[in-house]
């Protein structure tokens, strides 16, 4: 699962990847890896996995991954093949979530692509062509689905009828995700189609150092832009948070942060967001081996979560032994969590809940 970092020429996005592929320096479990020159492995900062570290004291710690692709500035006429509008559509396209930074700062020795800084017309520019691409897709489906259609054929009447939907939502200027569906809708036409303008979408409004705690107006203009999109809004001083990654020091960066009034980077935010963003989960396995962070997605059952580690846990699943999150941190060990009765056994059909500490029994 990864999540694609979009936007126009100049407004941050390679800095915001360069600054994710230094959040190492955030703190000591934070690495990052290059599988591609523009994808990056980072890892999800979660408190909880070091509280788990200090109680098992294990040999090694694993957190949670989440992928990011830093994605070339997408420019007017990108669906029609201008500038790198193919490949850039064809990387959004694999991607499940986009990050679209959209530059929300006042600077004359920085040139923005259009002249001037704004917004909401920045996010336009994209949605544009991104909705003109879903629209090239919905219409080449309608030209099969009309003619099943004309023949009386049920299903396809109700397929068309979601796609028509679809196409009015577009030609109006909507993205798919502000389009409503009813769920079956959804999950039987539209879904299958993978239209861009569907996947989850965080904007991320790139600010000064000064608007990096409450933000602009060019932040309220996003907000109230988005407000009936379904999508997430995160204020980002994408300059600020490079400098404060340059820091060797644990504590320097924590004065920095002080200083300017945030309790964390906001990078981390950033990358949890991503990871919600994804409709994904962690769950833990705790031993003095490994304390590990596994991902799944929310509503994974417990065979699923167990076919994670190894498929052989999936086939062979007998049950999970389960311990919340919570109780372990507060009963400190295993050991006492099971005196305290609040270890549980789980069957098949359980789902597994975030933070859950988690052993499977199984036999292959």
């Given at each position: 699962?990864?999540?694609?970092?979009?936007?126009?020429?100049?407004?941050?996005?390679?800095?915001?990847?360069?600054?994710?592929?230094?959040?190492?320096?955030?703190?000591?479990?934070?690495?990052?890896?290059?599988?591609?020159?523009?994808?990056?492995?980072?890892?999800?900062?979660?408190?909880?996995?070091?509280?788990?570290?200090?109680?098992?004291n294990p040999e090694r710690v694993q957190p949670a991954t989440v992928e990011i692709v830093d994605i070339a500035g997408l420019v007017k006429g990108a669906s029609k093949g201008e500038g790198l509008g193919n490949q850039f559509l064809a990387n959004i396209r694999e991607t499940d979530a986009i990050l679209h930074v959209l530059r929300c700062f006042d600077n004359d020795n920085i040139v923005h692509v259009d002249g001037s800084i704004d917004p909401i017309r920045d996010k336009e520019t994209i949605d544009m062509e991104l909705q003109l691409k879903d629209l090239e897709t919905v219409e080449k489906k309608l030209e099969k689905v009309k003619r099943?259609?004309?023949?009386?054929?049920?299903?396809?009447?109700?397929?068309?009828?979601?796609?028509?939907?679809?196409?009015?939502?577009?030609?109006?200027?909507?993205?798919?995700?502000?389009?409503?569906?009813?769920?079956?809708?959804?999950?039987?036409?539209?879904?299958?189609?993978?239209?861009?303008?569907?996947?989850?979408?965080?904007?991320?409004?790139?600010?000064?150092?000064?608007?990096?705690?409450?933000?602009?107006?060019?932040?309220?203009?996003?907000?109230?832009?988005?407000?009936?999109?379904?999508?997430?809004?995160?204020?980002?001083?994408?300059?600020?948070?490079?400098?404060?990654?340059?820091?060797?020091?644990?504590?320097?960066?924590?004065?920095?942060?002080?200083?300017?009034?945030?309790?964390?980077?906001?990078?981390?935010?950033?990358?949890?967001?991503?990871?919600?963003?994804?409709?994904?989960?962690?769950?833990?396995?705790?031993?003095?081996?490994?304390?590990?962070?596994?991902?799944?997605?929310?509503?994974?059952?417990?065979?699923?979560?167990?076919?994670?580690?190894?498929?052989?846990?999936?086939?062979?699943?007998?049950?999970?032994?389960?311990?919340?999150?919570?109780?372990?941190?507060?009963?400190?060990?295993?050991?006492?969590?099971?005196?305290?009765?609040?270890?549980?056994?789980?069957?098949?059909?359980?789902?597994?809940?975030?933070?859950?500490?988690?052993?499977?029994?199984?036999?292959?």
């Amino acid at each position: 699962m990864k999540a694609g970092i979009v936007g126009l020429p100049n407004v941050g996005k390679s800095t915001l990847f360069n600054c994710l592929s230094n959040a190492k320096a955030q703190s000591a479990n934070f690495p990052f890896c290059t599988i591609e020159p523009n994808i990056g492995v980072v890892n999800v900062p979660d408190p909880r996995i070091k509280r788990l570290e200090e109680l098992v004291n294990p040999e090694r710690v694993q957190p949670a991954t989440v992928e990011i692709v830093d994605i070339a500035g997408l420019v007017k006429g990108a669906s029609k093949g201008e500038g790198l509008g193919n490949q850039f559509l064809a990387n959004i396209r694999e991607t499940d979530a986009i990050l679209h930074v959209l530059r929300c700062f006042d600077n004359d020795n920085i040139v923005h692509v259009d002249g001037s800084i704004d917004p909401i017309r920045d996010k336009e520019t994209i949605d544009m062509e991104l909705q003109l691409k879903d629209l090239e897709t919905v219409e080449k489906k309608l030209e099969k689905v009309k003619r099943a259609a004309k023949t009386g054929n049920k299903e396809a009447q109700k397929e068309e009828a979601a796609l028509l939907k679809a196409k009015a939502g577009l030609e109006a200027g909507k993205s798919i995700r502000a389009v409503e569906f009813t769920e079956d809708e959804h999950k039987e036409f539209i879904k299958p189609l993978q239209f861009i303008t569907d996947k989850p979408v965080m904007y991320v409004c790139n600010v000064n150092e000064e608007a990096a705690v409450n933000g602009n107006a060019h932040v309220d203009r996003v907000r109230e832009a988005v407000k009936d999109e379904n999508a997430e809004v995160l204020v980002l001083a994408v300059g600020t948070e490079a400098d404060i990654t340059e820091l060797d020091d644990y504590e320097e960066r924590q004065m920095f942060l002080q200083d300017i009034g945030l309790e964390e980077p906001g990078s981390a935010k950033l990358i949890r967001g991503a990871y919600s963003l994804l409709n994904l989960q962690t769950y833990f396995t705790a031993g003095v081996k490994e304390v590990r962070a596994w991902t799944i997605p929310i509503g994974a059952t417990a065979p699923q979560a167990a076919g994670v580690i190894h498929t052989d846990f999936e086939k062979g699943f007998i049950r999970a032994e389960v311990i919340s999150y919570n109780d372990f941190s507060e009963l400190g060990s295993e050991a006492k969590v099971k005196e305290a009765g609040k270890m549980r056994v789980e069957g098949k059909d359980y789902v597994v809940q975030n933070g859950d500490v988690m052993h499977f029994r199984f036999n292959v």
